[in-house]
DNA sequence: AATGAATGAGGATTCATTCAT
DNA sequence: AATGAATGAATCCTCATTCAT
């Protein structure tokens, strides 16, 4: 949205780079097939963001299902590899590195990520393969700290692929109503959510014998 | 809920056929709203599925974004009324009941949760307003819950609405995940959620010692 | 051509019968792709010439390629059944009654004919097999009554498939120069090509003994 | 011959990269014009062949339109200086020499015959009477055969210039389905057909009288 | 001589919707 | 309540061509 205001004018190519362009398609099209999901995009309104007639796009991009891919992609590659480069404090707990890193990676993305988690149903099965495989990757970095902190005693954990999925699902969820500017800082949000999650997985230890009770006392119902 | 649907008639049971058209839409619309977004799916669609042409849909929904709003209007209306009528052992924590209700509520209904929580962004403003009010009505069930459970020291939270959308993001991302009939049963999900939640917002280490010892005891599940 | 100048005017339908729609997109798409060839036709063009929008036509066809298909399906079948009806006196011989009733059937139908030869390559295979299943079946009529009188010693032909494919190549080039209102009429383009047809195959007799040794005599070449 | 093509070079044989092109660009178009028609054929696919973006293209050749001229006007002219280059022995007949080399020529250029009798439609007008007045010329070669073979008493024609189409038509009409390779020789085909053709406008002399009042029997019909 | 990016027009097809029947 | 035919606008994408580099 910003270059977008810098787009040179007149008729034809003003030589402005080629490169760029697909850089602009890219970004118009996350922020409207985020907004209003892939199908109710259209080619025409991507091209009139980028500042250019609808066929040129197809100089960047084959098909429309071809950026939808690209940007799903390019969004799993690059959280793979940011996880591989976070930088922590050396003592710090996995699990408080991975909600931190992963609160904060995903509130500077928030329609990459409503994008990654929402379009997988408008790839065509061979774009679908390629995502999914990437995103169990992913998953599977919770899955192991989980197993992990479980197997030391350190967490208390019956099925550590629910307790993925959950804990993946609430803190993807975040973006969905966080505003940044509001009363709570993304500093908060991450100590919030931290907390939850910890207290999630913790060994009960001694301490909630009534809650558990209660829960036994269900029958039927 | 559109007005239409709801045209009485004066000639006794036999005369249904409209009424079971309309019907049929609805359960075709929200079953391809579902899988492939509001905005990818055709009137055509909906029609062969009802097993009639197009045009006849029109006698049943003035337009096709009267079918989601009616979609999304009953399934809020169903919600709110299945929780007043949830009947539950009468001594339940209230948090309890909560989860367990809305995990089986959204248990049985994956498609009408998933388009009501996707679909919003498909919704002419008017109707967003509409369905929008009756989410919070919803939600503000569960932060009345966390307020009154933390006012009465039970739990500990420091902002009950992020705990309110936590929570209700944690449980309605089950039917992404969850299938039916394989090693883990609704009852299952139900408790492990439940304890999460539980844990969640429990108040913290030295103060229920009892409690922890309950949820251990937990076995097989 | 006729017809069209009658087309319904005003918005919306006239119910001036759908059935007719379809004959008038037929004879539209025929005089066209005669014209211009198949691939330099657009459904506007063929929409315009019928009166309607171009959408209007996909009530009909399902797509231009079924038109094609239609035109070219039907003009075989229509072929074939008016050679079993044609009426020719009793005694006529077999190849005149083929010779008059292919020049008089392909002078009638210039635009099917030429259709049905060039835009064969305009076919998806598995249309193209049913088409030139349809025209090997017209082929072989030719090929019967060239056998049959070379087995009567009527005829002297070497490769009757052979010059089955001449004779078709010559009598159905007609159309192409051929123009009704000339200097010749109908029945003497009959009366030139039958005299030659008969001639191409006629038996040698003792007649042209120099004419055949030249032909022989032609060493390499 | 566009004149593109005709650009000197002062540079020497080294220098032939740029002709190079424009006969690949030849090559191609004629192999794509032949197989599915001048519309249905686009500069991409030309360029693709040639192994050049389109743009590549527009150095040797102004239009698509001229690449067609192009090849239609060198197919006539080199059919035209073809003939006059014909190397037949001495005493051949005019006729049979015409039929052969016919033959031979078009069996040597399905392509290029192919394009020229069947992309005339596709010419803009200037053009097409560049190529009409050619054809015309070679068409007139055969008459005069016809005209003074019967002037002479060779033959029996009453429509030179009829007969002069049929036998074109018939002769072009083999390379639609010949195949080299098959059971026929290139040779038996010439004799094949210069026995028909010979026999078409052979004088019926005294030799069959019976099938000439055939012809003239048939009445009204 | 070739590229890469662009244009503007147009390709076939689909869409939600209308309406006479 | 349903149909069949239509509309008008929009869909994705392809086209021939241009032109700065």
Redo the contacts with the bound molecule.
């Keep these: 949205m910003t270059d977008i205001a810098e787009k040179p004018h007149g008729?034809?190519?003003?030589?402005?780079?080629?490169?760029?362009?697909?850089g602009r398609v890219r970004k118009a099209a996350l922020k409207r097939f985020a907004a209003a999901g892939y199908a109710a995009?259209?080619?025409?309104?991507i091209?009139a963001d980028v500042?250019?007639?609808?066929?040129?796009?197809?100089?960047?991009f084959?098909?429309?299902?071809d950026i939808l891919k690209d940007l799903m992609l390019s969004h799993m590659a690059e959280l793979l590899s940011a996880w591989d480069e976070a930088d922590f404090p050396d003592g710090m707990d996995p699990l408080e590195r991975f909600v931190r890193f992963h609160i904060r990676h995903h509130l500077e993305r928030a329609d990459e990520v409503f994008i990654s988690y929402m379009e997988l149903r408008s790839l065509e099965p061979e774009n679908f393969a390629l995502i999914e495989a990437e995103r169990r990757r992913y998953e599977s970095i919770l899955t192991g700290i989980l197993e992990d902190g479980a197997a030391k005693g350190r967490y208390s954990i019956d099925e550590p692929k629910v307790a993925t999925r959950a804990i993946i699902a609430m803190l993807t969820g975040i973006p969905n109503w966080y505003r940044t500017g509001g009363r709570l800082s993304e500093r908060n949000i991450e100590d919030l959510y931290l907390t939850m999650v910890r207290k999630a997985v913790a060994p009960l230890a001694t301490r909630e014998p009534a809650a558990l009770n209660d829960t036994q006392k269900v029958p039927a119902l």
Excluded: D, F, I, W
């Design positions: 008729r034809g190519p003003v030589r402005a780079k080629g490169q760029e362009t697909a995009v259209s080619m025409r309104e091209a500042g250019v007639r609808p066929g040129a796009l197809y100089n960047h084959p098909t429309k299902q």
